[in-house]
């Protein structure tokens, strides 16, 4: 693990006052929707989807607890990817830590499913832009 220098421009300042009050509102109590919307902001994770079935699966009260776990790594640094050139995103991060908490065939179900709706999205939206 290193450590990636950051930005410190007033901007910067203010979206990271931002993130650290939204990471601060997290919390297993929230409406799961809200939770899964809040999550993938803060992870940046564009597969809604994954993040919801990953919430419906091991519950709002463990995945608040990953995205803790997943927040204090990417505090202290990140996580190198397995091939070390570069870092994990926010969301690799996360599923990293998921990983640890479910068996590797809930894991690899989550993955399996997720890959799915990615192509039936995909293909859902080359054929709406095929009729444009």
Known sequence: MGCR???ISGEN???DIEIQQEWERLSAGMRKADLVN???RLLHE???HLIQAIVEEVGPSLAVQMMGETKDSLENGGM???DGNGYRTPGGVFLIHLKSH???KTFKQLMKDSKKRQKELQKA???KSWLW
């Open 125 to 127: 939206a080359a054929q």
């Open 80 to 82: 190198k990817r397995a």
């Open 38 to 40: 809040t999550m993938c």
């Open 46 to 48: 564009p597969k809604h």
């Open 102 to 104: 479910v068996s590797a």
């Open 5 to 7: 220098p950051s930005s």
């Open 13 to 15: 300042i203010l979206a």
